[in-house]
C-alpha cells in the first residue's frame, strides 16, 4: 500500500493482493522505519469500521488510520469501483481530501 500526501490531500493506492487482503481481513498496515528504533517509525492503516459513518482520518504520533465504513468498504473492495473519496474538515477552515484508490495496473 503506497502513500502519498501533497498539499491538503491523502493517497493511498492498493495493489490486487492488497484490496483482496482488505476484503478478507479489513485492515492493511505498513510501517515506515524512520530511525533505530521502533518508536521511531512513521505507521499508516487502512480500516474497515463499523462505527465509522464516513471515510475519514483519525492520526496520533507516528500513526495515519484512514477508517472505511463497513459497508462501504465492502462494496468497494468487490466492485469494479476504483476510487472512494472523502474529505475531513481539519485547523483553519481547510479541507484534507482524502483518496484511496485501486492501482490495477500497477507494474512496481
Known sequence: MKLRLED????????????????????LETVVPLGLTAAEALVYSLERDAATPTLTVQTTAGRIRVLVPAATADAWAGSEEI????QLAVAENQLLHILVEKDLGCKH
Not at 8 to 27: C, H, K, M, S, Y
Not at 83 to 86: H, V
Open 83 to 86: 476510487s472512494l473519496r472523502g
Open 8 to 27: 491538503n490531500t491523502l493517497r493511498l493506492r492498493l495493489d490486487p493482493p492488497e484490496v483482496t487482503a482488505f476484503q478478507t481481513t479489513g485492515r
